[in-house]
């Protein structure tokens, strides 16, 4: 193949080629609203009027009090802004934002300054030119769309406040005042309405309202230039998101620091430095309350949040709040525990005393799931009625101030016994190769703790202690035994037969079988009311024979 010498190349384009796809770029169907409210706002608008037709709901109409448009053909013109110098250098805009609304439309018309054009969208963009026409309007810009598909799906009766409820969603924190059909746009947001709590800083003012009982929320949104910044999905939560627990943010970022993504400007440029500036910005904003909630001392009633927030330096002289205390309130002895049983095992914050008392109490709640090496020392935190601080956060302070306060795991080292008197013992056995002890009360001994007297059933040290009382539903059975399957499920029939072969053994080592029997009739007295029996064991096999029911003669 011949290369020709000396032979250049250039950009180029091919116009019509171009401008017959351009309008894929723009990615959202009311984005050309986005792009209208924006150049209104750049004019110096202080006023928009947007205007709805109920018998053409394809017809839309936006109106302006501000600069108007000087020079028509920086509309058309890609990457002509046409603004002054102070909005370039203030906003960056692209150029490009006028063809959303020439692609969302089937003809535009433009009235400023005394003139007018009417653009039909399929032959100006291509190429067709169109001739400029004198008009009444020499103040503001008025623009009427003759859209391609509704800006809303609802039918007649109900579009126009369904297209208020989508507008009102755009213009939430638009610093500009905007009426649809002379009714004034709701904008919570916008800086020029806000009457809250307001944090400037240098990348943006953040807007915030307070509430400790909102714990995981994400209703604070993102703003710049008065429009929310989305995410890549579609808008259904944006990013940066600078809400906190107890705390949402309506954020306006500084338009002339932050770069977005084009055409359609919604999202921000993602970048590292782009992140690190939020990181900065995030704390910021964290540390401004932190700073306000202190001031105002409300540091108590934030407490939570701030230790979430990590401000560890505004909680750090504070009394522990009573929620951070729990107390075991049942034995926690059942080893297929899930998390929601071992949560229901706690009662009502305890009120604890000052920390020069003798009072001790145990710090780390979060990990008191029963084990086979924990199930002893779990009764024991039941039985001696020890306060638990759930510190799983903790700033290392409280429990550094305290020193009645044991560590979870140097308490899981100490020695827990169980003993009885000779006299409160009733009868001894065994089952399944477990000592069984029947006595009317046996003492709990916890190292470094005391002696505690206990009148309920526990399973301690490998052996099972029972109070002497009829027989019941409620032993301590499977605190030594898994009676699961393969799968690791709790096996119900496995443990109610293990239960029942329990019973019978507990009534023969107490030497009353007659005892079972009458608990294992319980449930069928009435039925049974009047009946007489004979419970025989022979060989193995029961036998049972009614006597007749004696009747006065």
């Known amino acids: 193949m011949q290369i020709e010498e000396n032979r250049s190349i250039?950009?180029?384009?091919?116009?019509?080629?171009?401008?017959?796809?351009?309008?894929?770029?723009?990615?959202?169907?009311?984005?050309?609203?986005?792009?209208?409210l924006q150049?209104?706002?750049?004019?110096g608008a202080t006023r928009i009027n947007i205007y709805t037709d109920r018998s053409d709901p394809n017809y839309f109409r936006i109106d302006d009090n501000g600069s108007g448009v000087s020079d028509f053909q920086s509309l058309l013109t890609l990457g002509g802004s046409g603004w002054e110098p102070e909005v370039i250098e203030r906003e960056n805009p692209f150029g490009m934002g006028f063809y959303a609304a020439l692609y969302a439309a089937v003809t535009v018309e433009i009235r400023s300054r005394g003139q007018r054009v009417v653009l039909h969208s399929g032959r100006i963009l291509a190429g067709e030119p169109v001739v400029l026409q004198p008009c009444e309007i020499r103040s503001g810009t008025s623009i009427i769309l003759h859209l391609k598909k509704s800006t809303v799906d609802a039918g007649k009766e109900n579009q126009i406040e369904k297209l208020k409820e989508v507008l009102e969603t755009i213009v939430r924190g638009f610093p500009v005042p905007v009426y649809l059909n002379t009714e004034s746009l709701c904008r919570p947001?916008?800086?020029?309405?806000?009457?809250g709590l307001r944090f400037d800083l240098p990348d943006g003012v953040a807007l915030v309202e307070l509430n400790p009982k909102d714990t995981f929320s994400t209703k604070g949104v993102t703003f710049l230039q008065g429009l929310v910044i989305s995410s890549a999905d579609n808008g259904l939560r944006t990013w940066p998101n600078f809400s906190r627990r107890g705390m949402q943010v309506y954020m306006h970022l500084?338009?002339?620091?932050?770069?977005?993504?084009?055409?359609?400007?919604?999202?921000?440029?993602?970048?590292t430095k782009t992140r690190e500036r939020i990181g900065s910005l995030?704390?910021?904003?964290?540390?401004?309350?932190?700073?306000?909630?202190?001031?105002a001392g409300q540091a108590e009633r934030f407490f939570e949040c701030l230790l979430e927030w990590e401000c560890y330096e505004a909680v750090r002289n504070l009394p522990i709040p009573a929620s951070r205390w729990g107390q075991l309130i049942t034995q926690m002895h059942l080893l297929h525990y899930e998390g929601e049983d071992q949560e229901?095992?706690?009662?009502?914050?305890?009120?604890?005393q000052a920390s020069n008392t003798e009072l001790r109490f145990l710090k780390d709640r979060a990990s008191l799931y029963p084990a086979d090496d924990t199930l002893d020392h779990l009764f024991a935190m039941y039985a001696f009625g020890l306060p638990i601080l759930d510190a799983w956060d903790d700033p290392e302070h409280w429990f550094s101030r305290a020193s009645a306060g044991e560590e979870i795991e140097a308490f899981y080292k100490r020695g827990v016994s169980a003993s009885v008197e000779k006299s409160d013992i009733v009868a001894e056995g065994?089952?399944?190769?477990?000592?069984?002890?029947?006595?009317?009360?046996?003492?709990?001994?916890?190292?470094?703790?005391?002696?505690?007297?206990?009148?309920e059933d526990a399973f301690l040290n490998g052996a099972f202690w029972i109070i002497d009382r009829p027989l019941h539903w409620d032993y301590p059975i499977d605190q030594a035994f898994y009676f699961q399957t393969e799968g690791e499920d709790f096996d119900e029939s496995g443990f109610d037969a293990a239960m029942e072969n329990f019973r019978a053994n507990l009534a023969i080592i107490k030497g009353d079988p007659g005892a079972l029997i009458q608990s294992a009739l319980q449930e069928y007295a009435q039925a049974l009311d009047g009946s007489r029996f004979v419970v025989e064991v022979k060989g193995g096999e029961i036998q049972v024979k009614e006597l007749p029911v004696a009747t006065n003669t």
Not at 431 to 453: A, Q
């Open 189 to 195: 947001y916008a800086l020029d309405v806000w009457r």
């Open 282 to 295: 995030e704390n910021g904003v964290v540390k401004a309350a932190a700073n306000h909630i202190e001031a």
């Open 39 to 43: 150049n209104a706002r750049r004019a």
């Open 430 to 455: 065994a089952w399944w190769g477990k000592r069984v002890v029947l006595c009317k009360r046996f003492s709990l001994t916890l190292e470094g703790y005391g002696i505690k007297e206990i009148t």
């Open 344 to 352: 229901n095992s706690f009662g009502s914050p305890v009120k604890i």
């Open 254 to 271: 500084h338009g002339d620091q932050w770069r977005v993504r084009v055409p359609d400007r919604n999202m921000l440029y993602d970048s």
């Open 10 to 36: 250039k950009i180029d384009v091919n116009l019509n080629i171009m401008m017959k796809n351009f309008g894929e770029v723009f990615s959202g169907e009311r984005i050309w609203v986005r792009e209208l």
